[in-house]
């Protein structure tokens, strides 16, 4: 049974930070992983990818402001978000396929997290 477990959302104002984390036995290091968003009333989005490799992407709106990384000895994936934004506001979810390109659609993606909620105030 793969389980993903996030942790680390919360209030914050605009211009703040906040750490998000997820703990995947084994994965990191044999899995394509990623942060998606869903913000209320809207689809789930890419926000970070991270390949089996280390090579990251992510999605115009976050990029400069958002870093993700992994940990593979502590099978820990991370997700660094600075200069946070109001439209940041959105359950974040981690997940996890075993894909060729890391990157893609939620329905790529088998493994998700329970989500952790970010919100953000002006």
């Known amino acids: 049974q793969v389980q993903l477990v996030e942790s680390g959302g919360g209030s914050v104002q605009a211009g703040g930070s906040l750490r998000l984390s997820c703990a995947g036995h084994?994965?990191?290091?044999?899995?394509?992983m990623a942060w998606f968003r869903q913000p209320p009333g809207k689809e789930r989005e890419g926000v970070a990818f991270i390949s089996l490799g280390g090579q990251t992407t992510y999605s115009e709106s976050v990029k400069g402001r958002f870093t993700i990384s992994k940990d593979n000895v502590k099978n820990t994936l991370y997700l660094q978000m600075n200069s946070l934004k109001p439209e940041d506001t959105a359950m974040y979810y981690c997940a996890a396929a075993n894909l060729w390109i890391c990157g893609g659609a939620p329905s790529a993606f088998p493994y998700w997290g329970q989500g952790t909620q970010v919100t953000v105030s002006s």
């Open positions: 084994k994965l990191t290091a044999n899995y394509c």
